[in-house]
Nanobody, 124 residues
Framework: QVQLQESGPGLVKPSQTLSLTCSVSGGSITTNYHYWNWLRQPQGKGLEWMGAIDYIGNTYYSPSLKSRTSIFRDTSKNQFTLQLSSVTPEDTAVYYC????????????????WGQGSQVTVSS
């Protein structure tokens, strides 16, 4: 059984960089042909796909967030990390990592394994 677990600070100040790590167990992030995604959901709003890293290490980003987003991985720890720079209160959301057979979807039905979600609040 694949399990994902997000970790990182719950409070980030405006203009700083948000950093979250997803630790994966029960499966390798280098296994063909999975994509490891980051999504977020602000309170009262829908799910938004942010970006992904694939089993080779290629990265994919939402056009609306590309200038502020970076995703990288540590295969020795079986983890992948999201960094979102220059955050504002509008970036306040529950952040999820999820595994899928592709990337880019904002539908939760397109991902087979999810982390429990990590609330991140951007506030001074």
């Amino acid at each position: 059984q694949v399990q994902l677990q997000e970790s990182g600070p719950g409070l980030v100040k405006p203009s700083q960089t948000l950093s979250l790590t997803c630790s994966v167990s029960g499966g390798s992030i280098t296994t063909n042909y999975h994509y490891w995604n980051w999504l977020r959901q602000p309170q009262g709003k829908g799910l938004e796909w942010m970006g992904a890293i694939d089993y080779i290490g290629n990265t994919y980003y939402s056009p609306s967030l590309k200038s502020r987003t970076s995703i990288f991985r540590d295969t020795s720890k079986n983890q992948f990390t999201l960094q979102l720079s220059s955050v504002t209160p509008e970036d306040t959301a529950v952040y999820y990592c999820a595994r899928g057979d592709f990337f880019g979807s904002s539908s939760r039905y397109d991902y087979d394994y999810w982390g429990q979600g990590s609330q991140v609040t951007v506030s001074s």
